[in-house]
């Protein structure tokens, strides 16, 4: 069974620009969450969709929206790029919303820089 | 706001040695992860628990909850190189969003 996948993989954006990142889950997965991993901060819930739905969101600024597809696949976007916004995004699958020990199954991750 | 905490943030340990890794979490909650990350990887599962009491092991790792003290553990046994990486505790207190811990980077010396 093939896991999660995300495109691209290494990303260098310049400070202003905006930046799409994919997500496929797992296959018959249809909860996606978007995390971002920072030395700083660490790792950080973005938001989560479920049947094209977004179930929760993290305490991010609204420059960072996302969204669902009919496949479950996901995109997240990034508009006015900010210095601070070099990270590692992750994406992480899980069959269904909200069941008690649904384990999370992360993706490799899009390593965003902007310079 | 849910706040999970680790310790300890750095472990050194040799090969052959025991050690345990606490996870302190702010907010009542009866669903816990453990995950590890190799560097420049993704997260990797380990344990889901789901109750008070509950105890997981794979290999030389074991994973333990205590809902009422708000406390998992994660006790490494004969540490070997192949465990060096970093663990991350992760509480799911909403059924949508999991808060994860600052990690403890482990390096097990020979």
């Known amino acids: 069974k093939a896991g999660v996948t995300q495109t691209p993989r290494y990303l260098i954006k310049t400070r202003g620009q905006q930046v799409t990142l994919s997500c496929s889950p797992i296959?018959?997965?249809?909860?996606v969450s978007w995390y971002q991993q920072t030395p700083g901060q660490g790792l950080q819930f973005l938001f989560e969709?479920?049947?094209?739905?977004?179930?929760n969101k993290g305490n991010f600024p609204g420059r960072f929206s996302g969204r669902q597809f009919s496949n479950s696949r996901s995109e997240m976007n990034v508009s006015t790029l900010e210095l601070g916004d070099s990270a590692l995004y992750l994406c992480?699958?899980?069959?269904?919303?909200?069941?008690?020990?649904?384990?999370?199954?992360f993706g490799p991750g899009t390593r965003l820089l902007v310079l | 706001e849910l706040k999970v905490e680790q310790n300890p943030l750095f472990l050194s340990m040799q090969e052959g040695k025991n050690y345990t890794i606490y996870c302190n979490y702010s907010?009542?909650?009866?669903?816990l992860y453990w995950y590890r990350q190799d560097p420049g990887k993704s997260l990797e599962s380990l344990f889901v628990?789901?109750?008070?009491?509950a105890v997981k092991q794979e290999g030389r790792l074991m994973a333990s909850l205590d809902t009422k003290a708000r406390l998992s553990t994660l006790h490494i046994t004969a540490a070997v190189h192949d465990l060096s990486a970093t663990y991350f505790c992760?509480?799911?207190?909403?059924?949508?969003?999991?808060?994860f811990g600052e990690g403890t980077q482990l390096t097990v010396n020979p």
């Open positions: 992480a699958s899980r069959r269904l919303a909200g069941e008690r020990g649904e384990t999370q199954y």
């Open positions: 296959s018959g997965h249809r909860s």
């Open positions: 969709y479920f049947s094209e739905t977004q179930r």
């Open positions: 907010t009542t909650s009866d669903r």
């Open positions: 628990l789901l109750s008070n009491g």
């Open positions: 992760a509480v799911d207190w909403s059924g949508s969003r999991l808060t």
